[in-house]
């Protein structure tokens, strides 16, 4: 049988650089990434069941009657989550899985799944955290204010999460490697490797 | 005013080959590691105030009835400790230290230091760990019987550590970067960093 996996959860307000610090550390580290589903339209270059799968509304809802939705959000008027039976295989298979969601969804799986471990990635400061917010430069006045309301919002969870990694301006490669030492140490806990004392007394 | 400093514990059965290990985080990361009084004498090469302070058993024992040893053990005849100032002085000012003793001293230390972390060395198997304590060959067959006993004992505190690294044979590179990911990441945690939550709140 296999070792169960671990499950990783990393979020940070919009403007913290974390889909960056993921990308990289998904370039770095020999972990599962799980695939989000989400009613949003495709981005130019993104390609459905690799970025996100894509579905509609009515799909969505009824995945998450069904309690087939591990997490979920809704954000900026479309859906975000997390299909759970495809996280529970990964994670009997003795995956380790790492979800990037939002600080809503963060919460919703440590409640259901309380030995999760969730990284929060922040910007610097409060100042660059409005920069990059604003330094997108692809949205309306509305989305960006939004944006700030569900960032503050966001913040409030921080002493809810197990580790900060904070983003420092052209830090990413630090950040980055922070990330991979959090995934490497959490392996590393007595409590989940019992069996190696066994081999001792065995 | 500095933020107080991290306290780490590296202990491990003879044979585990803790002391390379340590050797070579001390080589790679920025950490103090703070230096051990004995009462046993000098082997060739060492230096005294830099492998250990040496000196006599009565000088030690009246550093214990002081109060002044922050974790001691007797083994072999001789004993060992930590004099108490030298290291919560160094927390305090802030540093990052690394103690490097047994495992009945580790418990003093998370007895009367709570938040100190401790990570557990351990060789691959019960036969390498046999064979690392004969290998040496320096040793009587009293010394390795005594050793083997001592191995026993420690392993018994396997889950009071917080982390276990397994140093397996040809591996020290890859444990020494374990246990460097684990002293990484025990400094990202959330509790430990509240002042960065405070800077989007301020």
């Known amino acids: 049988m296999n070792k169960r996996g671990l499950l990783f959860v990393i979020s940070g307000p919009a403007g913290s650089g974390k889909g960056t610090i993921v990308s990289r550390v998904r370039e770095l580290a020999p972990f599962d990434f799980s695939v989000s589903a989400t009613t949003r339209a495709p981005r130019p270059g993104e390609i459905d069941g690799v970025h996100y799968h894509y579905m509609t509304k009515d799909a969505f809802r009824a995945k998450i009657a069904a309690g087939e939705m591990f997490e979920y959000a809704e954000y900026v008027g479309n859906l975000y989550g997390t299909p759970k039976q495809a996280v529970e295989d990964a994670l009997d298979a003795g995956k380790n899985i790492i979800l990037e969601i939002d600080a809503q969804g963060a919460m919703q799986v440590k409640d259901k799944m309380p030995e999760a ?4 990635i922040l910007p610097p400061d409060y100042e660059t955290l409005v920069a990059r917010i604003r330094g997108r430069g692809t949205e309306t006045e ?29 830090g990413v490669e630090q950040a980055a490697e922070n990330v991979i030492a959090i995934l490497n140490a959490e392996k590393l806990r007595t ?12």
């Open 117 to 120: 471990i969730l990284i929060f």
């Open 142 to 170: 509305d989305v960006i204010a939004e944006r700030m309301q569900k960032a503050h919002t966001e913040l409030g969870y921080f002493e809810r999460y197990d580790y900060v990694v904070v983003n420092e301006t052209g």
């Open 191 to 202: 409590y989940r490797n019992g069996e190696i004392q066994q081999k001792f007394f065995g």
